[in-house]
């Protein structure tokens, strides 16, 4: 009778544990499945082109079957530059008429095509290379590479 008394112990204690391990497992995947534990969503908005070329305004919005991606970036080059290309794995074009000329200190806008749409809501990363010369007689073509991590809206 006693060993009786033990295994009731015993299978009491295991599905008292279990079903306090059922629950925290069900409500981590309640937590997974509502976008609670996405790392992407606790990460800050940042445009990255490095301090010469800097981004001043970035979004990336949704229109339906197109994306795009509007950067304002400013020119601390200190000497004139032209932009002749904007290319990026996700970049089908934009609106960077051969060569889009920035003068220095100023500002101006890059409207770039995207060849998926990313829905509204959530946080993505868009890579892009924009090719530049310095507007002078001579000048070779440069690269800057960088990122535009935001939210699409």
Known sequence: MVKQRKAQAAFEYL???????????VAIGALAYFGFLNPNN?????CD???QLECVEYRIRDEGALGYV???IRNNFGKDI???EV???EIV????PPPLTIHAGDTEELILNLNIPFPAG???????IIVFMRNQAGATEHNISGTVFVTVQ
């Open 15 to 25: 599905t008292t544990y279990g079903w306090a391990v059922l629950t925290a497992l």
């Open 42 to 46: 606790l990460l800050p908005n940042r």
């Open 49 to 51: 082109f490095g301090k």
């Open 70 to 72: 509007d950067l304002q």
């Open 82 to 84: 032209n932009i002749t």
């Open 87 to 89: 290319a990026g794995e």
């Open 93 to 96: 074009g934009g609106n960077v």
């Open 122 to 128: 959530e946080k993505k990363e868009v890579s892009a």
